[in-house]
């Protein structure tokens, strides 16, 4: 049914509308499925037992473009007013992306360049009158950046970058990666490739800017009792008996002074290798292990020395200001761990620690 209205015809009131319903009522009682398929679909939804609006198309519109028009057009929650925040109307201090992965060059301290794959956690802070930010800005950002050789000046570039697109006032970045070093075996000439677990951070706060490595160190730890009281065994009673050691793992964090030489990440494996030297090893021959054996008996090893002679290396290092030094030996006669934590300075220094921390502190070979 075809309805032509004058151009000049006034709009109805209610009871015109109500007639007009009637008719269509009446015409859909008699009209053909096919006249009701061919009927517009905002006709067919004011009919007896209409099911709503038309279905939804199920097929992909491959031809479909988002030309800039109707991208206006979408909605934006995240930035949404002020009223539309849901619970306190606080600042958040972190807010942000986590383990977004890509692959980043960087430089070794022999000049040469190696590309790894590395986990990115990018976050700003949120002011309390703010809804939300926009995440995927903070990886447009990296991208950005990604195929740059690294350095921490390619960190800031793309901090100042995000803070200014997300407009916060605090940003961070951290970085981690696998680092591979070729190491040498104690006698046999063999060598094998050792991986390091390594987190790069750049902190923006209150408009002052700080540099941290951390690195995860591992080795094995001898314990000086338990070497003594088997050494007492062996002299007093001609008893065999072995002294318990154990993998252990150091998380050693630094903040980089400022205007001062680069701190390569081989330096700061030297630095754990010089305090504790019984590094466990990539290859390994019978020799070798012969010579791990004496090398853990030349230095048997407490937490709490292990801790020291880290925080030894690391604040005789000029490139080095404030640390930290969290070690766990993963007993082999305990049913528990022995833990310590040491710090220099105020960047890491905190009453509370994070419940998971020692647990974080394990190596999967």
């Not at 802070?125 to 921490?152: C, Q, V, W």
């Not at 995000?162 to 190491?183: C, E, N, W």
């Not at 104690?186 to 902190?203: K, T």
Request: glycine fraction near 6%.
């Amino acid at each position: 049914m075809n309805v032509h209205l004058p151009k000049t015809a006034p709009l109805g009131d209610a009871d015109d509308a109500a007639r007009a319903l009637d008719a269509l009522r009446l015409w859909a009682a008699s009209a053909a499925p096919e006249e009701l398929a061919r009927a517009d679909p905002a006709l067919r939804a004011l009919l007896p037992g209409a099911a709503g609006p038309a279905p939804l198309s199920r097929v992909y519109p491959h031809a479909f473009a988002s030309d800039a028009a109707y991208i206006a057009t979408l909605p934006d929650l995240q930035n949404g007013p002020a009223a539309s925040i849901r619970g306190a109307r606080r600042t958040i201090q972190h807010v942000g992306i986590s383990n977004f992965r890509l692959p980043i060059r960087y430089r070794t301290r022999d000049g040469d360049d190696m590309t790894l794959e590395t986990a990115v956690t990018g976050t700003v802070s949120l002011d309390a009158e703010s809804k939300g930010i926009n995440m995927s800005r903070i990886m447009r950002t990296f991208y950005r950046h990604a195929d740059r050789t690294f350095s921490f000046g390619v960190i800031e570039a793309a901090l100042d970058d995000y803070k200014t697109d997300l407009g916060s006032f605090d940003a961070r970045i951290q970085m981690r990666l696998s680092f591979p070093m070729r190491v040498q075996s104690l006698r046999s000439g063999l060598s094998g490739w050792q991986y390091y677990d390594i987190a790069l951070e750049l902190v923006d706060q209150g408009g002052v800017r700080r540099k941290i490595v951390h690195l995860d160190y591992v080795y094995s730890s001898t314990c000086p009792c338990s070497l003594e009281l088997s050494e007492h065994a062996r002299l007093s009673r001609r008893q065999l008996a072995t002294p318990h050691s154990q993998r252990s793992v150091a998380r050693l964090s630094v903040l980089l002074e400022p205007d001062r030489p680069c701190l390569w990440f081989e330096d700061l494996v030297g630095i754990c290798r010089a305090a504790v030297p019984t590094e466990t090893q990539a290859m390994v021959k019978r020799e070798d292990e012969q010579a791990f054996a004496e090398l853990n008996a030349a230095n048997p090893v407490f937490v709490e020395d292990a801790a020291r002679l880290f925080a030894q290396g690391l604040h005789a290092d000029e490139r080095i200001a404030d640390f930290r030094v969290v070690a766990s030996h993963q007993e082999s006669l305990h049913s528990h761990d022995a833990v310590s934590v040491l710090t220099q300075g105020d960047t890491f220094a905190q009453a509370s620690l994070d419940p998971r921390l020692f647990a974080s502190l394990f190596h999967v070979g």
